[in-house]
């Protein structure tokens, strides 16, 4: 029987993680690290280099930010339905994904060094992405997703 989606909870850890790593990126990365996180440059030069329109960068952050809102939740709880992990490990693993396929993979595909060779840019974006996925995982804990999921079992 398929497990359904639960979207309520998706849709607030998405929101809570979101904001999160927006608030970092903008306002604690920059003193922590010198540099102020900005994935919607990123989002702005994939799309114009491989599909040809060029976005604003409006444009570009909205994308992200839906990206973090919707598809970030949904990914930390597959990790945790199919790795049968606590809440915080399943968050910890998606953010590294994340954070992996962000630096080492999307940034080459932009010229970049892999991993932007570990700089501080590198190494506050582990932070905001890990930490993202931990404020999700949190939500979704403090929502008891589990219990609501096993109560649709039964």
């Known amino acids: 029987m398929p497990i359904p989606l639960p979207l309520r909870p998706l849709v607030l850890a998405g929101l809570a993680g979101e904001l999160a790593f927006e608030l970092y990126a903008w306002l ?3 003193v ?3 540099v102020r996180l900005e994935p919607a440059n990123l989002v702005v030069g994939l799309i114009q280099k491989y599909l040809g ?3 604003p960068y409006s444009a570009g952050f909205a994308l992200h930010f839906a990206l973090g809102a919707l598809v970030f939740p949904l990914v930390v709880w597959l990790v945790h339905r199919i790795t049968r992990t606590g809440w915080l490990v399943s968050g910890a693993i998606t953010g590294l994904a994340l954070w992996f396929i962000a630096q080492g ?3 080459p595909l932009m010229g970049r060094a892999f991993m932007m060779g ?6 506050s974006s582990l932070i905001a992405h ?3 996925t931990l ?3 949190v939500v979704f804990r403090l929502q008891k997703v589990n219990g609501v999921l096993d109560a649709a079992r039964s």
């Open 105 to 107: 993979i999307l940034a």
């Open 130 to 132: 890990v930490g993202m």
């Open 118 to 123: 570990f700089g501080s840019y590198t190494q």
């Open 135 to 137: 404020v999700i995982a």
């Open 32 to 34: 922590l690290f010198g």
């Open 53 to 55: 329109p060029a976005l």
């Open 28 to 30: 604690i990365s920059p």
